[in-house]
């Protein structure tokens, strides 16, 4: 080999060096550089109304006055109201595909679940136009404001576009991100586990109860904390069956706004300054929630790739 | 009398797994169902073929939507998938376990979990006000930006499964490092990489939200990529919120060319590519 | 496999290729009359976008060389994409404030009035007749969310003969900035003090009660699919959609339902500034239908591009002249007569580099 070559080699070497490390650095600078463009927009908007942007309920364009907290307040309670939904759903069905099925259906029901992830989320928005919020409309808010009326949050006049249908899309949207993490970490539980358990006379679900779950837990939390994540930024399914009014009433029945709905209807119609840049400081918020639920998220799965944790028999 | 009990419960937490999947799939088959349903009746030559018509006049199409998805896709893979592969190389080839290397991975999971909306707004000032028009471009590059740390992840994971003899193995011929990776470790990793890549075009494919501010719409042809541009899911929201018949038909077709878009996609990405061979 | 790898991309970027220039031979059939070709985006109310997308088409089978693009994308849309100059004209029915003019980036915008139309206040209650009637200040408390029975007394009050049903009223409205609210709001204001001091006019407003849509076609939509509603539309969208419409009571007293006649009677009796930012709800005269307005394009005086510039100009003199004939099959009035070659000479104000852009 002659000295030529070396260097000649070493200099193609260097360059896809510094060729990967620059885009790795890209990426970093990508998100620094989103966050900061956005701050750079909303600077008016959070010099003008500080903290009170998040507590202010006014969202009053002819007056100039912008508060956030109908847009979080609608952004939580879907994406609560989704979590609770699609949390055990998901979680059964990890444990069903990972722990109970065969591996023919496990295959297939696998593909299915995450198909639902595949679905556009505007494909989502026109089924709950046409097929959700009527179903929701004649015979579910009927029916829950007759059993369960007495609570609050089933009072009112079922419209059928309202925090019920925003929550419930969302369920759908999230549960294979559920779903798909919760396989994940169930399936990094060694498989010793399990056996020990079998072998003390474990039933099945003692088994999973005792040495798989604990083991999953955190991670479990991750996924659950993903699937969070994607509910609060998901846009256009919500905003097509949430109602679009920003307002805060207690019922699960009434129209709401979300955060992400507001800066999809409003974004390309703020006529001055300000309005644009308060609808960007609502873009930062989001951004700035997700990013520290996606750190904790992020920490709980890895930890559970590190090592066992101890779950307490029965 | 406790092993009666234990035996019950045992049936009865496995039975309410089997119930949670079956409810898992209903919305599945819901959507699906009704998509095709109604999609399919109002899918024929013309929806390819044609131009939007006029609201309220039969027989238009989405012919310029499905091309301007294309394009906007293929933009956004141009720029998108390079990007991600490069960055991943040197996750897993360069730097695996350094400070750097780790601020990067976590860089890349909050751009996974960026709301697509906010990527909306960034093109929107960052490009869109200063080049002074919507474009496909700009729609483009939005796609793009929610691909790249989809490709890193599923990359930075195949690459992770090339065993260390193989690159071992270069080194010991007296292959460069950079050849190496170039010539033995990405090949080895090809159909997973391109799995990933496959399944992170899917995703894009769909997206609305970033398109909004970045691509407008147009009822026409757009003659070159610096002109607002139609696609198909924006397309499918102005119709789905329409009062018109007509333009619910279209959105239902538009919905089953979609997904049936999407779902291609994933199924060559999973069963085509699937055999990892490593 | 890397090759192979290399090779499945170029056919990708040569399908892509193929795709796009398809698109281009497809985009403008019979185009060999020399002429530049032209792409003209456009952007703003949904209040003129059946119109307009009529104009469009029509205009584009006369001179095929010009595509225009337009969005219907709400009037707030329209005056902000004018102003940052990321589209070549707008249209809306709310006139630009001082303020927003003083804020547009490339100079002075002129309002070309495009058309005229009414807001009409359309309902979904099967039980109800096509006409109901409904005085001003009841129509205000009903978006003031003051009114939520359809058998307040208040309605029926104006309403013997109808047996009104104790179905609960939702209120629709856009969620997004329009020249339609912009109208019915201005409307509102001129008749309800209460109105004027909580919610005022405005393209967007922070409303008391309602489910929002997006655009007339996203309110309609939003109508249509929840029984007990109630909305306001572009008459035209009311019309195309077989929504029943009330009558209000206007100045005069009388009861008038929305129509091309009571819209033309509006205008009738205005005074028409020369910047033709003007407002006619509550107008006087014994048939106006009192919420009504004009619809307007938004257009720098100086443009920028010369071939954008004049075919802009051209389509639009074309759609103040022979694009009105369009108007009222879709139920929009025709300018009136006078106004029109006040427009006219707007237009030949309208200059590339100083020289007047229509011939």
């Known amino acids: ?314 | 009398m406790n092993d009666i009990f234990r035996k019950y419960q045992n049936w009865l937490m496995l039975i309410v797994f089997i119930i949670a999947t079956i409810i898992a799939l209903i919305p599945l088959f819901g959507v699906l169902g009704y998509v095709l349903k109604n999609g399919l009746s109002a899918l024929n030559i013309q929806f390819f073929i044609n131009l939007p018509k006029a609201m309220g006049l039969p027989g238009g199409g989405m012919a310029n939507a499905i091309v301007g998805t294309l394009i906007m896709v293929l933009i956004a893979s141009l720029i998108g998938i390079p990007i991600g592969i490069l960055a991943a190389i040197y996750l897993t080839e360069y730097d695996r376990h350094s400070w750097l290397s780790t601020v990067v991975r976590f860089a890349t999971d909050v751009l996974t979990g960026i709301p697509s909306i906010i990527v909306g707004i960034v093109i929107y000032t960052a490009v869109v006000l200063k080049m002074g028009n919507f474009s496909a471009l700009a729609g483009g590059l939005a796609l793009a930006i929610i691909m790249i740390p989809l490709i890193i992840r599923s990359t930075e994971e195949m690459l992770k499964l090339v065993s260390h003899s193989i690159r071992e193995a270069g080194y010991a011929l007296g292959i460069s490092k950079g050849k190496t990776i170039l010539k033995i470790v990405l090949p080895t990793a090809a159909k997973g990489i391109i799995t990933g890549a496959m399944l992170a075009v899917a995703r894009v494919a769909g997206e609305t939200a970033p398109l909004l501010f970045t691509a407008l719409g147009n009822q026409y042809w757009a003659r070159s990529l610096n002109e607002p541009i139609a696609s198909l899911p924006v397309q499918i929201f102005q119709y789905a919120t329409s009062p018109y018949k007509e333009w619910h038909q279209l959105a239902w077709a538009g919905s089953l060319v979609l997904i049936l878009m999407v779902i291609i996609l994933n199924l060559v990405a999973r069963f085509a590519f699937r055999s990892r061979s490593i | 496999m890397f090759r192979k790898k290399g090779k499945l991309l170029a056919y990708l970027v040569m399908t892509a290729l193929v795709l796009i220039l398809a698109g281009c031979g497809e985009q403008a059939p019979g185009t060999s009359t020399g002429q530049e070709k032209v792409n003209l985006t456009g952007s703003g109310s949904s209040f003129v976008y059946p119109l307009l997308n009529q104009q469009i088409e029509e205009y584009r089978k006369q001179n095929s060389a010009i595509t225009i693009n337009y969005q219907s994308t709400g009037s707030g849309a329209g005056i902000k994409q004018v102003s940052e100059q990321t589209i070549d004209f707008g249209a809306t029915d709310g006139p630009m404030t001082e303020d927003q003019l003083k804020a547009a980036k490339g100079g002075k915008i002129l309002h070309i009035p495009l058309t005229l139309g009414a807001v009409a206040v359309t309902y979904n209650e099967p039980n109800l007749p096509k006409d109901l009637k409904i005085d001003p200040k009841v129509l205000a408390d009903i978006f003031l969310g003051k009114i939520t029975k359809w058998n307040d007394p208040k309605i029926a009050a104006d309403n013997p003969d109808v047996s009104l049903p104790d179905s609960t009223i939702t209120v629709a409205h856009r969620s997004d900035g329009s020249g339609t609210t912009y109208i019915f709001s201005d409307y509102l204001s001129r008749i309800s003090s209460e109105w004027s001091s909580k919610v005022g006019k405005g393209t967007s407003l922070s409303w008391p009660a309602g489910l929002g849509g997006k655009g007339n076609a996203g309110v309609a939509g939003v109508i249509q699919q929840t029984t007990g509603s109630i909305g306001y539309l572009e008459l035209a969208y009311a019309v195309q959609n077989n929504l029943p419409y009330a009558r209000i009571k206007n100045k005069e007293g009388n009861w008038v339902a929305p129509s091309l006649q009571s819209t033309s009677a509006a205008a009738a009796n205005a005074t028409i500034p020369d910047d033709m930012r003007v407002s006619i709800v509550n107008a006087p005269g014994t048939d106006a239908y009192p919420i009504a307005g004009f619809a307007w394009a938004l257009i720098y005086q100086d443009q920028t591009d010369k071939a954008k510039g004049t075919a802009l100009v051209n389509f639009l003199n074309w759609a103040i002249h022979d694009g009105q004939a369009l108007a009222e099959g879709l139920h929009y009035a025709k300018l009136p007569a006078n106004l029109i070659s006040r427009e006219e000479e707007l237009l030949k104000s309208i200059t590339f580099q100083g020289q007047s852009l229509l011939k």
């Open chain 1, 1 to 314: 080999m002659s000295k030529q070559y070396k260097l000649t080699a070493s200099l193609g070497d260097q360059i896809l060096r510094l060729l990967t490390l620059s885009m790795a650095i890209g990426v970093l600078v990508l998100m620094v550089w989103m966050g900061w463009q956005m701050f750079d927009t909303a600077r008016p908007s959070i010099q003008r109304f500080g903290l009170g942007f998040i507590t202010s309920r006014v969202w009053d364009p002819v007056k100039e006055q912008f508060g956030a907290l109908p847009f979080i307040y609608g952004t939580l309670v879907t994406s609560f109201l989704a979590l609770l939904l699609a949390a055990p759903i998901g979680l059964g069905v990890a444990i069903f595909l990972n722990e109970m099925a065969e591996s023919r259906f496990r295959a297939v029901v696998g593909f299915l679940v995450e198909m639902l992830a595949a679905i556009p989320s505007v494909v989502y928005g026109l089924w709950g136009i046409f097929v959700l919020a009527p179903w929701l409309k004649t015979t579910v808010e009927p029916g829950l404001a007759k059993w369960l009326g007495f609570i609050p949050l089933f009072q009112g006049t079922p419209v059928g576009f309202g925090m019920l249908a925003g929550g419930l899309i969302l369920a759908v949207m999230i549960l294979p991100t559920i779903a798909a993490i919760s396989r994940e970490v169930m399936a990094a539980v060694p498989n010793m586990q399990r056996e020990a358990a079998l072998a003390l006379g474990a039933t099945k679900w003692e088994m999973i109860r005792v040495a798989v779950l604990p083991y999953a837990k955190s991670g479990i939390m991750g996924g659950i904390m993903l699937g969070l994540g994607r509910a609060l930024g998901e846009t256009m399914a919500v905003t097509m069956v949430i109602g679009n009014r920003p307002d805060i009433l207690a019922s699960l029945f009434a129209p709401a706004y979300s955060m992400a709905a507001v800066i999809a209807n409003e974004f390309t119609e703020a006529t001055y300054d300000l309005y644009l840049s308060a609808l960007v400081e609502i873009g930062l918020i989001l951004f700035g929630i997700t990013l520290v639920l996606n750190f904790f998220a992020r920490l709980l799965v890895w930890s559970v790739g590190r090592g066992p944790k101890g779950g307490s028999i029965v």
